[in-house]
């Protein structure tokens, strides 16, 4: 009995051995499996990678042979919007300017467009001073002496960090009866810089900067009388001048001389600044039509027009940027300007640059010149008549040659 029990055991061993090595083998397998296959993808991946970074070395170093095209006494600008691989869309160049395509010279010739989005309904006009052709056609791009890219599109488009690659014209090389010369790339834009990082730095493609830096080729303004003439700098409204806004509250009437359209708290502007704005707001009562202090309802549909119309009820208007960026204001600056108020300023330290007297007086108040914000509570209330007269009585002596050099 116990050798046929002891056999019986050994069979039952042995019977047993070969599934749990069958076990071992089909998941030593199965891992084998998915080794392979991680190692055949991330062989793909780098092959993608390998084959992309090939295809920009290409675009960068490949120069095509000189396109010929007939004789133009002008150069051709044309206004880039590429549509990146795998985009469901593309971004585009020069909204604002919204340029014309034919085919006339520029210089002397004005356009006249209705922009869109925050001046929207706003009817600009702009003359070129310059001899050159504008076109947005892409069929021309081959024969384009300047390719003008509003890169920052690239990431309002798809986001700050998106993966798309930029899409980068190839350069292409023009021959005509002038000779022979290559195709050049210019940045455009009118963005806080800051807030794009080094997404935007790019020297060794951009032979021109179309922007609002100092070093710009071509400087770009930033201020604008956004159809009204510059004659609408110089005046001001019968309820700046004589009857501000008033609100009820649980001690009656209360007149309100200050108004907020953006929303912004100060805070990205540092401590001081973000300290100096609370405290302002604990003491002065502000028209908030925007942002976490909101009290008021803008008017709808938004129009540019009746922004203006609205920030001409009040004396003062309250600009608070994001950015601090030097040679950078907001269009709010200009369009309270345009309404008659004076802007109460937080943002750029060189703001001075963008006053409008031309007598040397203020014309803004700059949040960064005061300690707290009772100090400019008491600067601008304490004789709220006397004040305000003081900050706009330069408009009787016109705008300055430096506000002039800026509207764009």
């Given amino acids: ?35 392979q296959e991680e190692e055949q993808e991330e062989e793909e991946e780098e092959e993608e990678e390998t084959q992309e ?28 919007h590429p549509q990146p691989k795998d985009a469901p869309y593309e971004w585009n160049t020069g909204v604002w300017p919204a340029w014309n395509d034919d085919e006339e010279n520029r210089k002397g010739r004005v356009v006249e467009s209705v922009l869109q989005w925050q001046a929207q309904d706003a009817v600009v006009r702009k003359e070129c ?5 504008v076109t947005r056609d892409h069929s021309k791009l081959p024969i384009a002496d300047l390719v003008v890219m509003e890169l920052v599109n690239h990431y309002q488009f798809f986001g700050m960090d998106t993966k798309l690659a930029i899409p980068w014209p190839q350069p292409q090389a023009i021959s005509d009866s002038c000779g022979e010369r290559q195709q050049e790339l210019a940045l455009f834009h009118t963005m806080a810089v800051s807030s794009y990082g080094n ?19 071509v400087r770009v303004g930033l201020v604008c009388d956004w159809g009204h003439g510059e004659g609408s ?14 609100r009820k509250t649980d001690d009656g009437m209360e007149a ?40 008021r309802e803008p008017l709808t549909p938004y ?14 208007v309250l600009i608070v940027q994001n950015s601090a960026d030097v040679n950078w204001v907001d269009p709010e600056y200009s369009q309270a300007l345009v309404a008659g108020a004076v802007p109460i300023y937080a943002g750029s330290s060189d703001i001075a640059a963008f006053a409008a007297p031309g007598n040397g007086g ?28 003081a900050l706009t009585h330069w408009k009787a002596h016109g705008l300055s040659d430096t506000f002039r050099s800026r509207l764009g």
């Fill in 53 to 80: 970074q090939e295809q920009e070395e290409e675009q960068e170093q490949e120069v095509l042979q000189p396109v010929s095209r007939e004789r133009s006494d002008f150069p051709l600008l044309l206004l880039y």
């Fill in 233 to 246: 700098f110089l005046g001001t409204s019968l309820e700046q001048r004589m009857k501000p806004q008033m």
């Fill in 199 to 217: 997404r935007l730095h790019h020297p060794d493609k951009f032979a021109l900067k179309i922007t609002q830096d100092a070093d710009a080729d």
């Fill in 129 to 133: 001073a310059f001899d050159c052709h």
């Fill in 1 to 35: 009995l116990e050798e046929r029990g002891q056999h019986a055991e050994q069979e039952e061993i042995e019977y047993e051995e070969p599934a749990e090595e069958e076990e071992e083998e089909d998941e030593e397998e199965e891992q084998q499996g998915k080794e």
């Fill in 362 to 389: 203020r014309g803004v108040v700059d949040v960064r010149d005061f300690e707290s914000g009772y100090d400019l509570a008491a600067y601008l209330f304490d004789d709220p008549h006397m004040r305000y007269e």
């Fill in 256 to 295: 309100v001389y200050v108004a907020d359209f953006m929303g912004n708290t100060g805070a990205p502007l540092g401590e001081h600044i973000d300290r100096v704005l609370r405290e302002f707001r604990e003491v002065v009562k502000i028209d908030h039509y925007a942002g976490p202090f909101k009290n």
């Fill in 303 to 316: 129009t540019l027009g009746g922004r203006v119309r609205e920030m001409q009820k009040y004396r003062y």
